[in-house]
């Protein structure tokens, strides 16, 4: 299975919240529904971000690095936190 990267970035304060991976369901699901959807390498099937916190990400804008091999993927936080630590963003230096 083919799993790509996709940084996922707010796309009004341009702040980094999490790095995840989605295969073609996963991107065909976000494309389709509107939400971010990844695959959980863990879990090992698709889950939609937010899911169970309710936290979701709402997707504004979906675009390619020039190697066609990372997704950029602009959205609105529909809610407060973004890390399954509570935190904002996964790349929490504090």
Same mark, same amino acid.
């Given at each position: ?7 996922? *970035? &707010?796309?009004?304060?341009?702040e980094?919240?999490? %790095?995840?991976?989605?295969? &073609? ?5 976000? =494309? *389709? /529904?509107?939400?971010?959807?990844? #695959? ?6 698709l #889950? =939609? =971000? ?5 936290? /979701? %990400?709402?997707? @504004?804008?979906?675009?390619?690095? !020039? &190697?066609? &091999? /990372? %997704? %950029?993927?602009?959205? @609105? ?5 973004? !890390?399954? +630590?509570? =935190?904002r963003? !996964?790349?929490? +230096?504090?």
């Amino acid at each position: 299975m083919k799993l790509t990267p996709a940084i996922i *970035q &707010d796309a009004t304060t341009q702040e980094v919240y999490m %790095l995840g991976f989605m295969n &073609d369901e996963a991107l065909a699901l976000t =494309k *389709q /529904t509107g939400y971010v959807y990844f #695959w959980s390498r863990k879990r090992n099937r698709l #889950w =939609k =971000k937010g899911e169970s916190s309710g936290n /979701t %990400l709402l997707v @504004k804008k979906i675009s390619t690095d !020039c &190697d066609n &091999d /990372t %997704l %950029l993927i602009k959205v @609105k936080l529909m809610g407060n936190v973004v !890390c399954h +630590t509570g =935190k904002r963003t !996964c790349f929490n +230096t504090s």
